[in-house]
């Protein structure tokens, strides 16, 4: 019964476009709603919201751990972001030897769908096939999330609103897999919005619509962008950030960002290609800033900005990307790719330091790889990457929301720190976290034991990761020590990075050793100064800067600080940044020649210091 359901759910999906939720959701449900393979009972083992790759992940594996468990979602199909937001061009969790950490649930779809990018109606299927195969699963579509039943501190159910009517659905647990948190911050989790635990609770990266477009020639794009690469790696000629594969691209940097865009909270960047079965291609590449995540309106309003640039940008990619000569638009995606918005407070929030210095947990329940790539905000032209890591371990803890009993939350918006977020924000890890919150419910259901007790269990956390392996998961431990640990400045670049100052690339290389330039100076003591709330006059450098000025600038902001003045006198400007603790022993040989220019490193660990003084 359950492959005959299957199949009519694929057919439903194939007649459409599916651009909302009309006749064809409406089918789904009606054959849902009225086949005796389904409960209609009001009462579930595990609820599931949020139809998502991480909710279909964490709605499966509570399925088959014998958990009766419902899948709710507002879209009309399954997949969110890589189907109707047609990202299909995956951000792989691989080490830096290539080990793929993300296994389990997600290899099931990586080989589904043959590799890193996928055709979008193959993981539809894949995800409502998936889905309707399992015998203890219930699926709800086109519903809104209303409100969360409480009892107390304890989430019971929650409120859907179907077709305009309000509908209770009641779950021992609840699993909160919406892209913003919804669930849990609607019940009372807190949390912080994009940036603002660093202090920049008004940072919006900058989010995407991906388009559609025909008549690519596919070998011409592959031929140009290897041989660009192959110029650079072997000629010396160049970047080698290009190339091309049989199914994805990615390059065509230069171009991106020449281009002049009509509406100004735009930007164009280098192409991520996808190729399609028809051979039509997805483009992930056009920023579009002024974008609220939490507000429909907005983000309708967003994709409907990005749609009419189309009108100008369409042209101009026929005139300078090689291979676009014959372009056509076809489609923009119906949803946004949003990559930040809440970030839930769990019982342990992941932090740049767990991801760059690739820290294994007691209580991994996944591992990632990605790196900590921060989006452009409309002040900036470009984004950054803060790091890359070989890998690090996500901790149950961290699927834990404070607050609230009975309930995990999963994704993006799980309880990681905003920089840890620029890693630990893709699907695949997400997807292996939902996979680990459909085990962890079962344990929980079985073992009678709340998952707050659980993340001081251990005997239930070997118990869940031994299920997890079981089921294909990659939980290896490890030690990875990087060799910028060693670095006698590394604790000042860890204060700075993780005020998301100092950034270090793909190759962690934060260029210590170097002279220190007067923009790189400039933007560390100006951000320094505005994370430490020092409100002054911006600092401008004229020069590449030698000490007495490195040391001038920064014993005039703690006399500012402190409502003081001192003397312009080198000495009693390191006088009085020794007395404070800013100058320190190992700092003082670097500062004493105050016609000598620093290399980065002094200025880091002072600028660090520095900011643990103003934050006493």
């Known amino acids: 019964m359950k492959k005959i359901i299957a199949a009519l759910l694929l057919c439903c999906f194939a007649l459409t476009s599916l651009t909302g939720c009309g006749n064809e959701a409406e089918a789904v449900q009606e054959i849902l709603?009225?086949?005796?393979?389904?409960?209609?009972?009001?009462?579930?083992?595990?609820?599931?919201?949020?139809?998502?790759?991480?909710?279909?992940?964490?709605?499966?594996?509570?399925?088959?751990?014998?958990?009766?468990?419902?899948?709710?979602?507002?879209d009309e199909a399954l997949g969110g972001l890589m189907t109707i937001g047609e990202l299909n061009f995956i951000d792989m969790c691989e080490s830096r030897d290539g080990t793929l950490l993300t296994r389990g649930f997600f290899s099931e779809f990586y080989n589904a769908v043959d590799g890193s990018a996928f055709d979008i109606t193959e993981a539809r299927n894949f995800f409502l096939e998936?889905?309707?195969?399992?015998?203890?699963?219930?699926?709800?579509?086109?519903?809104?999330?209303?409100?969360?039943?409480?009892?107390?501190?304890?989430?019971?159910?929650?409120?859907?609103?179907?077709?305009?009517?309000a509908q209770d659905y009641y779950g021992s647990r609840i699993i909160d897999a919406t892209v913003d948190a919804d669930v849990a911050a609607a019940a009372g989790v807190p949390y912080t919005y994009a940036g603002e635990d660093i202090g920049?609770?008004?940072?919006?990266?900058?989010?995407?619509?991906?388009?559609?477009?025909?008549?690519?020639n596919w070998t011409k794009v592959s031929m140009h962008l290897n041989w660009k690469r192959f110029k650079a790696e072997f000629l010396k000629q160049g970047h080698a950030d290009m190339g091309a594969t049989r199914k994805t691209a990615w390059g065509y940097t230069e171009e991106g960002y020449a281009y002049e865009p009509q509406d100004d909270g735009m930007r164009l960047r280098g192409f991520n290609i996808a190729r399609q079965n028809n051979g039509n291609v997805l483009i992930n590449a056009l920023i579009i800033f002024g974008v609220d995540p939490l507000s429909d309106e907005s983000k309708a309003?967003?994709?409907a900005r990005g749609q009419a640039e189309m009108e100008y940008l369409i042209p101009y990619i026929r005139e300078n990307f090689t291979g676009f000569e014959k372009a056509e638009l076809v489609s923009t995606a119906e949803q946004l790719y949003v990559r930040e918005s809440r970030h839930t407070i769990g019982e342990y929030q992941l932090t740049i330091d767990d991801v760059l210095e690739n820290r294994d947990q007691w209580d991994k329940i996944a591992i990632g790889a990605y790196p900590v790539d921060v989006q452009p905000t409309a002040t900036q032209t470009y984004g950054t990457v803060i790091g890359s890591p070989d890998r690090y371990a996500v901790p149950f803890r961290s699927l834990v929301p404070l607050n609230v009993d009975n309930l995990l939350v999963v994704g993006r918006s799980a309880s990681y720190t905003s920089l840890a977020a620029g890693s630990a924000r893709v699907i695949p890890l997400g997807m292996a976290e939902g996979e680990a919150a459909g085990v962890a419910a079962a344990y929980s259901i079985n073992?009678?034991?709340?998952?707050?007790?659980?993340?001081?269990?251990?005997?239930?956390?070997?118990?869940?990761?031994?299920?997890?392996?079981?089921?294909?998961?990659?939980?290896?431990?490890?030690?990875?020590?990087?060799e910028i640990m060693n670095h006698w400045a590394y604790p000042g670049v860890k204060v700075l990075r993780s005020l998301g100052i100092l950034d270090g690339g793909y190759d962690n290389d934060y260029k210590l050793d170097e002279p220190v330039s007067r923009w790189r100076y400039q933007n560390m003591v100006n951000n320094v100064l505005k994370k430490a709330g020092i409100e002054q006059a911006y600092i401008e450098?004229?020069?590449?800067?030698?000490?007495?000025?490195?040391?001038?600038?920064?014993?005039?902001?703690?006399?500012a600080a402190e409502g003081m003045k001192?003397?312009?006198?080198?000495?009693?400007?390191?006088?009085?940044?020794?007395?404070?603790?800013?100058?320190?022993?190992n700092l003082k040989p670097y500062f004493a020649d105050g016609e000598a220019q620093p290399e980065v490193a002094e200025v880091v660990q002072l600028m660090a210091n520095m900011y643990m003084y103003l934050q006493q």
Not at 468 to 479: E, R, S
Request: with cysteine; aromatic share 6%.
């Open 33 to 74: 709603w009225t086949n005796d393979a389904y409960d209609s009972a009001e009462t579930y083992d595990v609820i599931v919201v949020g139809t998502e790759p991480e909710g279909v992940a964490a709605a499966v594996s509570a399925a088959r751990n014998g958990m009766k468990t419902l899948l709710l979602g507002e």
């Open 130 to 165: 998936t889905a309707v195969a399992e015998p203890l699963l219930t699926l709800r579509t086109c519903n809104d999330f209303t409100v969360p039943i409480m009892d107390g501190n304890t989430i019971a159910g929650v409120t859907m609103t179907e077709n305009g009517v």
């Open 200 to 216: 920049e609770k008004d940072r919006q990266m900058g989010v995407t619509l991906v388009f559609e477009l025909s008549g690519v």
């Open 301 to 303: 309003a967003g994709i």
């Open 447 to 482: 073992n009678q034991m709340d998952f707050r007790t659980m993340t001081q269990n251990k005997e239930a956390i070997a118990s869940v990761q031994n299920t997890l392996k079981a089921q294909g998961a990659y939980l290896d431990d490890f030690a990875v020590r990087d």
């Open 541 to 559: 450098v004229n020069d590449n800067p030698p000490n007495r000025q490195i040391i001038g600038t920064t014993a005039r902001a703690i006399a």
């Open 566 to 585: 001192y003397e312009n006198d080198y000495h009693v400007y390191l006088q009085a940044l020794e007395e404070r603790g800013i100058l320190t022993e």
